[in-house]
């Protein structure tokens, strides 16, 4: 069985640049998160999809950030404009329902 | 919002040595997973446990939900076995503490 996947794996832009990360779940996966892991901390939800609505947002940066599922399977987080503080690594998880979780390789951001 | 908290924040074994990770949690979960993040920064999934024990090779896990904790068990550890540990706990999201960052030196 496929795992989930990430794209793309290592991304470096300067400030006030965009970027976005594709996301692609575990098939027959419902329900899909995106964590951000900053350097030395534990991985911080900042959306999450239940088929191609949101469940919980509250803590994505809605000034700069966005996310959409839009036929319930693929998801895309995009960041605009990018600060610095945005370095971190993106990771994108997915679950059959919301049970347990099954995390992809992750999208490592570089902001300079 | 319930606090995850797990100890020792740091180990360095000698190759073949055995440890234990603590995670404690404020409040009563729904379930419990165990994550192994290894140097190319990838979460692996080690355990689902809500409660009770379960093993995997080397490899065993304890959560006592009336108690709020749960415990990772490493025997004969490798170098492999070195990176961060994760545990994190469901409450309508997944919450994590911050990490076991372990090291097994040969």
């Known amino acids: 069985e496929a795992g989930v996947a990430q794209s793309p794996r290592y991304k470096i832009i300067e400030k006030r640049q965009s970027v976005a990360f594709w996301c692609n779940p575990i098939?027959?996966?419902?329900?899909l998160y995106w964590y951000q892991q900053i350097l030395g901390q534990g991985p911080k939800l900042l959306i999450q999809?239940?088929?191609?609505?949101?469940?919980?947002d509250s803590q994505l940066p809605k000034d700069r950030f966005s996310a959409e599922r839009l036929k319930g399977v693929d998801s895309t987080l995009k960041i605009q404009p990018a600060k610095l503080e945005d370095s971190a690594v993106y990771l994108c998880?997915?679950?059959?329902?919301?049970?347990?979780?099954?995390f992809g390789e992750g999208s490592r951001l570089t902001v300079l | 919002g319930i606090q995850v908290e797990q100890s020792p924040p740091d180990l360095i074994l000698q190759e073949g040595a055995n440890s234990t990770l603590r995670c404690n949690f404020s409040d009563s979960v729904n379930n419990l997973q165990w994550f192994h993040q290894n140097p190319w920064g990838q979460l692996i999934n080690l355990f689902y446990?809500?409660?009770g024990t379960k093993q995997n090779g080397r490899l065993s896990a304890t959560t006592v939900a009336t108690e709020r904790y749960s415990l990772l068990y490493i025997s004969s550890s490798q170098t492999t076995d070195s990176g961060v540990y994760f545990c994190a706990v469901w409450t309508g999201k997944l919450i994590f503490g911050q990490g076991t960052t372990l090291q097994v030196k040969p």
């Open positions: 446990i809500p409660s």
């Open positions: 998880a997915s679950s059959f329902d919301t049970g347990e979780l099954f």
């Open positions: 999809f239940q088929n191609n609505g949101v469940v919980d």
């Open positions: 098939s027959g996966h419902a329900t």
